[in-house]
């Protein structure tokens, strides 16, 4: 190592100078470890597919020996038609920097003199970047990191540019693991299922044109409002199991919109017969009638509490003004809650009684708030073996939706529904990775291999 020190203590420019070197040749060096690596594996597939060693004759047989690669010009498949042809060089962006002259075995077809169709398992062909990068960018999206800073850190790394559409294009490829997800059956069904929606905001591009900064003509493109439907499910099995059963990306809350994800989940399998004991929703009418068409009174019907006691605070300012009115307001808000910490349903409508009786005079509109429906805020009295916060509230469901908020935050926009769905994807991975204290490096590096599988 080439690097001169000095007899006293090192100065700033003078330790960052010496920093730097080391940090270059420390890359060097571990380019120069990979590509031995790299070349090692690709000659062991093909003497694996040959069926021979380098330097082994071809042994001429009446017998084939099928394998899956093909020669480009004849179709043949058989390996003992095919010998070594030397090696092409190629270059290839890695995470550890950018490789130079990789060689890479190529293999000659002796029916008809032509190449034959190598496709490898570490190294696809006409791809600029290897797998590691294509796993980053699974991960960082996942972490909330914009196309712009993956951006960045990749040009950083390979030394060159790349481009926001490159980005894109790996993290949209993942799309058939999410049309994945919203099919296969669900055999472990949840005992109860929360059901909320939380709004994004989609781009839609218009036949209209105008010029960009740079005077070039482009579609104009506007900003859609669009509801995400959630599911969130709970097993009472005693491991405190939650997980994201599926979602549907909406126009609105309307019943129609519900019907497509109840629809789903039941021709999934989630059904009472299954599984499902209890529907935990807030007081949207749409999702009551959707509720109502798709399961009717086969499963137990939950309204969420919060939602109940936040429309009594709302009425309760209304009514009780002012801030010599702050402890009354205070007071008949604890009440109300105290009302749902009842033993029994008998126990809680006794309760409900009496606070009535007290708040009718002077906040009759919170009063008549929290009558109305009061029944169905009480159906979790039926599920006693299921933890009470989990089925009394959606505030769980509440708090995963702060979570798809922050990527939603992040994008400001998506650019379209195939974007915006692989972003909920990938953050409802990260949080099932959460939940069950996986490491979403390890999770989001999965990922790649189970898309793999879907296409290998």
């Known amino acids: 190592m080439s690097i001169s020190f000095s007899q006293g203590k090192l100065q700033a420019d003078e330790r960052k100078s010496i920093i730097q070197v080391v940090q270059k040749q420390a890359k060097a060096a571990a380019l120069n470890a990979i590509r031995p690596v790299l070349m090692g594996c690709l000659e062991a597939e093909v003497t694996a597919k040959l069926g021979r060693a380098k330097g082994e004759p071809r042994q001429v047989s009446s017998t084939a020996r099928p394998i899956d690669w093909q020669c480009a010009s004849c179709g043949c498949r058989d390996a003992h038609q095919f010998t070594r042809d030397g090696h092409y060089r190629r270059n290839v962006e890695t995470g550890w920097g950018h490789l130079e002259d990789l060689q890479v075995p190529m293999l ?31 991960f960082s999206s996942g972490l909330c990191q914009s196309l712009r800073e993956i951006s960045q850190r990749w040009s950083a790394m390979v030394g060159g540019s790349v481009g926001l559409r490159t980005m894109n294009e790996r993290i949209n490829q993942i799309e058939p693991l999410l049309l994945q997800a919203h099919r296969e059956p669900i055999t472990d069904v949840p005992t109860v299922v929360q059901l909320d929606g939380i709004w994004l905001t989609i781009q839609s591009q218009s036949d209209k044109e105008k010029p960009d900064r740079r005077k070039r003509r482009r579609k104009e493109r506007k900003g859609q409002r669009v509801v995400v439907l959630v599911a969130l499910g709970f097993w009472n099995d005693g491991s405190g199991r939650r997980e994201i059963i599926d979602w549907e990306i909406a126009k609105s809350e309307e019943h129609t919109e519900w019907e497509k994800l109840l629809n789903r989940l039941w021709e999934r399998g989630v059904r009472p017969e299954q599984g499902l004991q209890m529907v935990v929703r807030d007081g949207s009418g749409g999702l009551g009638e959707a509720l109502a068409f798709v399961y ?61 009786e007290q708040w009718r005079e002077c906040a009759p509109k919170a009063v008549a708030t929290l009558q109305r429906d009061f029944e169905q805020t009480l159906v979790y009295y039926a599920l006693p073996a299921v933890a009470r916060e989990w089925i009394r509230t959606t505030s769980l469901l509440e708090r995963t939706n702060r979570q798809l908020r922050r990527k939603f935050r992040q994008a400001v926009s998506f650019g379209s529904r195939k974007g915006a769905e692989v972003a909920i994807y990938l953050q409802v991975q990260r949080l099932h990775a959460h939940w069950t204290d996986e490491s979403w490096w390890e999770t989001s590096h999965a990922l790649y291999f189970a898309l793999w599988n879907l296409n290998p």
């Open 296 to 356: 009717g009174s086969t499963v137990l019907e939950q309204r969420c509490l919060f939602h109940k006691l936040r429309n009594v605070a709302d009425k309760a300012r209304s009514e009780l003004k002012g801030e010599e009115k702050r402890e009354e307001r205070k007071q008949l808000l604890e009440q109300a809650s105290a009302i749902y910490q009842a033993e029994s349903a008998a126990q809680a409508r006794e309760r409900l009684a009496c606070w009535a």
């Open 108 to 138: 000659e077809c002796q029916q008809c003199q032509h190449d034959v169709l190598c496709s490898f398992s570490i190294l696809e062909k006409y791809q600029r970047f290897w797998l590691d990068l294509d796993q980053d960018v699974l």
